[in-house]
């Protein structure tokens, strides 16, 4: 974990918990205690504190999409007709209704945002670009990158 983002309220134990946590968020408090070398309580006060200030964010099982069906991937470049921050307000807006977007970033570049978009195959990545993505607002034209094979696909 790259300790230069994080903020200096917190200490060496608490870097210790999200580290472990990282690696397996359904750890028990008492087990996590014994990693990081503190007592129960303590330890539970830290998660607790960690999950309160907004460094844990949350927790949640982490799906296998080729046993799901939803191997497929595409990367998509999105150019908006203008970048005002009602379009682009809009266009947040209505990517995050999208369930096929499983990443949204908006880029310095030469297009506007790309996204990362999970489906069963081919043609239904077709059928959420022609329907969805490309009727969002704002949206003057897209450029998909299928990808071959994932070879680092971290869940964030």
């Known amino acids: 974990m790259d300790s230069s983002h994080i903020d200096s309220q917190i200490d060496s134990f608490d870097t ?6 990282a690696q397996d968020g359904r750890m028990s408090v008492t087990d996590l205690a014994g990693v990081v070398g503190l007592s129960r309580s303590p330890c539970q006060a830290r998660l607790k504190r960690l ?47 999208i369930k096929e977007v499983e990443a949204c970033h908006m880029i310095a570049g030469p297009f506007d945002y790309l996204l990362k978009v999970r489906t069963r195959d081919i043609r239904r990545y077709r059928e959420v ?16 990158y299928v990808v071959m094979e994932p070879v680092k696909d971290e869940v964030a």
Do not use: C, Q
């Not at 069906?69 to 009602?86: M, N, P, W």
């Open 16 to 21: 210790k918990i999200i580290a472990a946590l």
């Open 51 to 97: 999950v309160d200030e907004g460094y844990i964010r949350g927790f949640r099982a982490v799906l296998d999409p080729v046993k799901l069906g939803l191997d497929h991937i595409a990367f998509t470049e999105v150019k908006l007709s203008e970048t005002t921050e009602r379009a682009l307000s809009a266009f947040n807006a209505a990517v995050l209704k």
């Open 129 to 144: 670009l022609g329907e969805k993505i490309s009727s969002l607002p704002h949206v003057a034209s897209t450029s998909t």
